[in-house]
């Protein structure tokens, strides 16, 4: 990822949900995203995961205006170069873990073979390779979020964007799926996670603050290491 | 996403609510199973009469004497007299496939039996005729070859006139009077019934051709070789509309025909004759067909709204879908598969279910059923529509959804 410059207007006189912001986030950064509920934080966020176009400024993303594309090649977008991780994980419930951290791969073209071998080692990298055959119901919270953050990782993205990853968790496994986080931001993916939570945020490099959908904060920061939190894990 | 994930997608989610899945399907099976045991039904009567037609003659062509015009003023059928013995022996010769040509004359008369009487017809027939008409004798003896030469006086009866002139007795022996000629009866027909018009088969009597023509008053005057009409019988697997071309032609050219002048006789064969009886099974089909469309068309719309309560309810799941890569495509054709899947499973229990109808009614009624593969295949193909057509409307829906509304959906 280059660079990201926007700025966002919605409506011509209603409530600018997000008001001529311009933000980059580098390759390899965690940054992390506060703000009030309101703030434009998650309007940033759904941009920024191309669920949702500018009606004003430029996005760029590894280099690509995103706002010319088509729904179709914002579709592959988001299937090649981001994954997701939301609050409620929204894991499909009928069916297991592994068949959820395929799906990604289902739609990127993927034959079942190479989506077994590929959701396995996801497993694998977020430890629940002895998980796999389990439906969301039988697992834990915790457990459900590796699962989505499995099926976030499987078709290797260059940005992994968390929504409230820690919202619907206890503090115990939040600060597991935080040390998780780090891991994976040290292997080199680049992380953008939205939270309310300032005990979050520390785990952060950078902290980008919202209010009434303007930027108004930009500090970087000495993360936090919850590297202890995982070991207990 | 390729076909296959999408049908094993469809597969479970259908497995999910398997009595949702199962009601909803109920009324494209009941379509279907209406359709395929209807169709056996009709086609098993129509393929009964169709026998019973083949019976009558199978492989027959009718030619008879046909009007001529004289000064612009066309008189009626057989008013021309043209048609002959040697037309009968020149087809048989120079027609390829024609097996048989049983030429014969037919005249309404009074028959005497002692103090009874009877109005029937008469034929005047070689023993070919019976031959290519598939009559059969029950009593006594048919007519032979030795008789026409010989212009025997002697006559076959059909079973309506054995009725009326001898009540039941065996006439075989006896002595019936036509124009005050005696003839000694030979034989009695089998019975044949009514034909596919209604009329009486059976009220009918048969003399040879040649004691016809020399003991019937007015018959054969101006031309000794005359014949009312012929029965062509031709060979199996024949061409029957090559083979009565050609027998047209033939005629034309004996009879001096010039071109643009009409023909002076007819033609027909026994599936004109079925035609008639095809309308009336064609009614009936028409009103099977109108219900089974009518349960088809609600079986349509149960599945649209339990697509559009399952779209719904599976908001989140397609915001998810969008938001990791699916195209909105994907989406479409997910919803669609699904849709389709319901209805063709649905039709593969029609199929099942109209089989076996057919195959109980075939047994418990005793009522003759054909099992056709097209209506099996149709039924399947318009269920396959349905479900396509049915489902497009909730596919769009879920394809529209925008994802950020659809994630956020409670």
């Given at each position: ?27 390899g950064e965690f940054v992390a995203v506060m ?48 994954g997701f991780v939301f609050q409620s994980f929204n894991l499909?419930?009928?069916?297991t873990a592994q068949?959820n951290v ?16 590929r959701a396995r080692a996801a497993l694998a990298a977020v430890g629940l390779e002895r998980r796999a055959h389990h439906r969301p119901t039988q697992l834990s919270g915790g457990q459900q979020q590796r699962v989505a953050i499995a099926r976030a990782l499987v078709?290797d993205p260059?940005l992994l964007l968390a929504d409230e990853p820690t919202g619907a968790l206890d503090s115990a496994t939040s600060l597991d799926i935080m040390a998780l986080f780090q891991r994976l931001n040290r292997q080199g993916i680049t992380i953008v996670l939205v939270t309310h939570e300032p005990d979050v945020a520390r785990h952060a490099g950078r902290v ?12 970087s920061q000495i993360p936090e290491d919850a590297l202890s939190a995982e070991a207990v894990a | ?410």
């Amino acid at each position: 990822m280059e660079g990201l410059t926007r700025s966002y207007r919605m409506g011509p006189q209603v409530v600018h949900a997000l008001d001529h912001v311009t933000a980059t986030v580098r390759r390899g950064e965690f940054v992390a995203v506060m703000g009030p509920s309101g703030s434009g934080k998650s309007t940033f966020m759904n941009l920024l995961g191309c669920l949702d176009r500018a009606d004003g400024g430029r996005y760029r993303l590894d280099g690509v205006e995103v706002g010319g594309l088509s729904s179709d090649a914002l579709a592959a977008v988001r299937n090649r170069k981001i994954g997701f991780v939301f609050q409620s994980f929204n894991l499909l419930p009928r069916q297991t873990a592994q068949t959820n951290v395929e799906l990604p791969m289902v739609y990127a073209g993927l034959g079942r073979a190479a989506r077994g071998e590929r959701a396995r080692a996801a497993l694998a990298a977020v430890g629940l390779e002895r998980r796999a055959h389990h439906r969301p119901t039988q697992l834990s919270g915790g457990q459900q979020q590796r699962v989505a953050i499995a099926r976030a990782l499987v078709n290797d993205p260059m940005l992994l964007l968390a929504d409230e990853p820690t919202g619907a968790l206890d503090s115990a496994t939040s600060l597991d799926i935080m040390a998780l986080f780090q891991r994976l931001n040290r292997q080199g993916i680049t992380i953008v996670l939205v939270t309310h939570e300032p005990d979050v945020a520390r785990h952060a490099g950078r902290v980008l603050s919202f209010r009434d959908g303007r930027l108004v904060g930009d500090h970087s920061q000495i993360p936090e290491d919850a590297l202890s939190a995982e070991a207990v894990a | 996403m390729n076909a296959l994930d999408a049908l094993r997608s469809a597969l479970e989610s259908l497995r999910a609510s398997p009595l949702r899945s199962a009601l909803t399907m109920l009324g494209i099976v009941i379509g279907v199973a209406a359709v395929i045991a209807m169709v056996a039904v009709g086609s098993g009567a129509r393929d009964q009469v169709l026998r019973q037609i083949a019976s009558l003659g199978a492989n027959l062509v009718l030619v008879g004497q046909g009007s001529v015009a004289r000064g612009g003023v066309k008189l009626g059928a057989g008013s021309a007299s043209t048609l002959t013995e040697d037309d009968a022996a020149a087809i048989l010769r120079d027609i390829p496939g024609v097996a048989v040509t049983a030429p014969s004359v037919r005249w309404g008369l009074q028959i005497v039996a002692g103090n009874q009487n009877w109005g029937s017809v008469l034929f005047g027939v070689t023993p070919d005729y019976l031959e290519a008409r598939e009559w059969t004798i029950t009593h006594g003896r048919g007519l032979s070859d030795e008789d026409v030469a010989q212009a025997n006086k002697v006559v076959v009866l059909g079973q309506t006139v054995v009725r009326n002139l001898f009540g039941g007795g065996d006439p075989v022996g006896e002595v019936v009077r036509v124009f005050s000629t005696p003839l000694t009866v030979i034989g009695v027909l089998g019975e044949k019934g009514q034909n596919t018009q209604g009329q009486d088969q059976d009220d009918v009597i048969f003399v040879p051709l040649s004691t016809a023509k020399r003991n019937i008053p007015g018959m054969a005057k101006s031309n000794p070789r005359f014949v009312h009409s012929m029965a062509v019988k031709l060979q199996d697997g024949v061409d029957q509309e090559e083979a009565q071309r050609q027998i047209r032609e033939l005629l034309r050219q004996r009879h001096r025909l010039v071109p643009g002048q009409d023909d002076d006789f007819w033609m027909r064969n026994l599936s004109d004759v079925s035609a008639t009886r095809d309308e009336s099974s064609r009614a009936l089909s028409f009103l099977l067909a109108a219900v089974a469309a009518v349960s088809l068309l609600v079986g349509g719309i149960g599945i649209m709204n339990i697509m559009l309560v399952s779209v719904t309810e599976r908001t989140r799941e397609i915001g998810l879908r969008l938001a990791i890569g699916a195209r909105r495509r994907d989406i479409l054709v997910q919803f669609l598969i699904e849709s389709t899947t319901l209805s063709l499973i649905g039709a593969g229990f029609g199929v099942l279910i109209g089989v076996g109808a057919a195959m109980l009614v075939a047994e418990l009624a005793g009522w003759p059923t054909l099992i056709r593969l097209d209506s099996i295949l149709l039924a399947v193909l318009v269920s396959g529509l349905i479900g396509i057509f049915f489902g497009l409307y909730p596919a769009r829906r879920a394809a529209r959804l925008n994802p950020i509304d659809a994630l956020r959906h409670e």
